[in-house]
């Protein structure tokens, strides 16, 4: 078969129509992006400064339950009335800060008076009894001693009287009468000296039992003195140990009777974090996570814990969760102050996350509008969460680490397929 061949011009009439054919296709295709772009809807358009915009990060991922809560102490004290009495006046209001010797309030009662009083005579009267009783008993042993002293002169000149008969008896100078006569007076009087130490010793014996028991009748009135001079310094009710009032119960005028309530004061020290954490959230806490107690909303002030407690029931629509706190804390730290803590549940280690969006769930499906063209424009996609922090999510799909998204309220925009930044 013969070849056939094109001639030369034919082949550039050919060219330059396809060129002019391509040019037109570019050109129709402008025109109809051009036109969509006219046409079809651009959406609305916000105000970059009313929108809050977080960049999806990739790392470690802290799970965090976060709660409300206030402080409260550990054990609060409650001061009764010791004795009975009349509330004469009441010296302090909630929320006053005591130390131990602050008076509470002031009581009054007649009775505990006079019986201070009485009490006081019958301790002097026992001393004074006491006081008279030893000194007859000193007179008298002192009386005997000499009794004893002269006795035993007497015994002892007989003795000698004795010895000096018995040569002259003898020799029949002195009768035989006289000198046995001689002889039983000195052995007389030898067992006078005898008999009378014997009486001593007895005497002394009761002197020390006449003393013991009069020191314990003293000792008794001694006792019941400082029992009444006690019922007398209870009238005056004093907060016992340093911390802050938090109900006052008893008034002016009332009639408290052994053990009437007066006030409730709790430490300033020893005190808890109580949380109020969202049932949904407090199957994650345990007792021994560590938690961060926040004093302010702006977080200046933070306080590390420990959990001690998870209530095993819901109470108002929420688990109480306690927090035990350090010994030293900040200043300003004091019962019944609000404060938001910070429980760290688990820790992920790699994975994508996010600042938490508003209405966002764990383990839950939403849409969120993701910044494109250099964050110009805003489109919805469909995101999957997982675990929740206190401020972050954890991303699950539908985002990637770099991607920006608006964390804010979409509610003026929800379901616009796209949304214009200005």
Not at 30 to 35: G, P, Y
Request: hydrophobic share 50%; net charge positive; charged share 25%.
């Amino acid at each position: 078969m013969p070849d056939f061949q094109i001639p030369a011009d034919v082949q550039r009439r050919n060219r330059r129509k396809r060129q002019v054919a391509w040019v037109g296709i570019a050109a129709l295709c402008v025109v109809v992006v051009a036109a969509l772009v006219v046409l079809l809807p651009s959406g609305p358009s916000v105000a970059r400064d009313s929108l809050v915009i977080a960049r999806v990060r990739q790392g470690v991922f802290r799970v965090r339950v976060q709660a409300p809560g206030v402080l409260r102490p550990r054990g609060e004290r409650f001061v009764t009335a010791s004795v009975p009495g009349t509330v004469a006046r009441v010296e302090v209001r909630p929320g006053d800060s005591v130390a131990p010797r602050t008076v509470l309030v002031r009581l009054v009662d007649p009775h505990l008076d006079s019986a201070m009083i009485s009490a006081r005579s019958d301790l002097a009267d026992a001393r004074a009894t006491l006081a008279s009783t030893a000194a007859m008993l000193d007179n008298t042993r002192l009386s005997m001693e000499a009794e004893l002293a002269t006795a035993r002169d007497a015994a002892e000149a007989a003795s000698l009287r004795a010895r000096a008969e018995r040569g002259l008896a003898a020799e029949h100078v002195v009768a035989q009468l006289d000198y046995r006569k001689t002889v039983l007076d000195a052995t007389t009087a030898r067992e006078q000296v005898g008999l009378t130490e014997q009486r001593i010793a007895a005497f002394a014996r009761n002197q020390v039992a006449q003393i013991a028991a009069q020191r314990a009748r003293v000792a008794a009135f001694q006792a019941a003195f400082a029992e009444a001079q006690a019922n007398v310094a209870a009238l005056t009710v004093t907060a016992g140990e340093a911390g802050v009032v938090q109900s006052v119960a008893a008034h002016p005028g009332q009639t408290l009777a052994l053990g009437g309530a007066i006030a409730r004061i709790a430490s300033l020290t020893d005190l808890k974090a109580a949380l109020d954490v969202a049932p949904s959230e407090a199957g994650e806490v345990v007792a021994g996570q560590t938690a961060s107690i926040r004093l302010n909303d702006e977080g200046e002030s933070r306080i590390a814990g420990i959990v001690s407690r998870v209530s095993p029931s819901v109470e108002k629509g929420s688990v109480r969760v306690d927090v035990k706190l350090p010994a030293r804390l900040p200043p300003g730290t004091r019962p019944d102050l609000a404060v938001l803590g910070d429980i760290d549940v688990t820790t992920i280690a790699r994975t994508i996350f996010v600042a938490r969006p508003v209405d966002a769930r764990p383990d839950s499906s939403a849409r969120v509008y993701k910044l494109i063209d250099g964050g110009r424009r805003a489109i919805p996609v469909a995101v999957r969460f997982g675990a929740t922090s206190a401020n972050a999510i954890q991303v699950l799909s539908g985002l990637a680490p770099g991607d920006r998204i608006i964390v804010s309220d979409t509610g003026d925009f929800a379901g616009k397929a796209m949304v214009r930044i200005r």
